[in-house]
């Protein structure tokens, strides 16, 4: 279990750094000016230069992806009710996630715009993990099919 959860961790601290990087490609691209922009004007007016808000704006994606791809062993914690792995789960991400977005200025500092991101975190999730479920069930209703005709 100790080497999945490094593996893991390993694979959502790459994960995470890769979303920072399309994320500023989205961003750049949505400005539509011509420049790129690797993190948020405000973020570099807080650690007083590109270059510090690029490693800060690295080191919390990475260490934020590492936690989330640490918590998918989870879902293999077959004592745990799929309620508790959800709920769990739902936390290890929205937390570390909201505060990153905070930080980075990716959502507006108000108790409006926090409530905004987590309400758009809890349908995104809501979206993936009904997916996820119903895939699986189908899965698992084929599976019995098949044994059932042997």
């Given at each position: ?30 400005k ?14 807080d ?74 975190m ?29």
């Amino acid at each position: 279990m100790k080497k999945k959860v490094l593996f893991r961790s390993l694979f959502g601290l790459l994960s995470g750094v890769a979303l920072g990087q399309l994320i500023a490609i989205v961003i750049s691209a949505v400005k539509g000016d011509g420049s790129f922009y690797a993190v948020i004007p405000e973020l570099v007016n807080d650690f007083g230069g590109e270059q510090s808000a690029v490693i800060v704006q690295t080191i919390l994606l990475g260490v934020s992806g590492a936690i989330v791809g640490a918590a998918s062993v989870i879902w293999e914690l077959d004592k745990w009710s799929l309620t508790k792995q959800t709920g769990t789960h739902f936390c290890l991400f929205a937390i570390p996630f909201t505060i990153v977005a905070y930080v980075l200025y990716w959502v507006p500092r108000s108790v409006g715009g926090i409530a905004a991101s987590l309400i758009v975190m809890v349908v995104i999730y809501a979206v993936i993990w009904c997916g996820a479920y119903f895939s699986t069930k189908r899965k698992i209703q084929k599976i019995n099919d098949q044994l059932h005709r042997e």
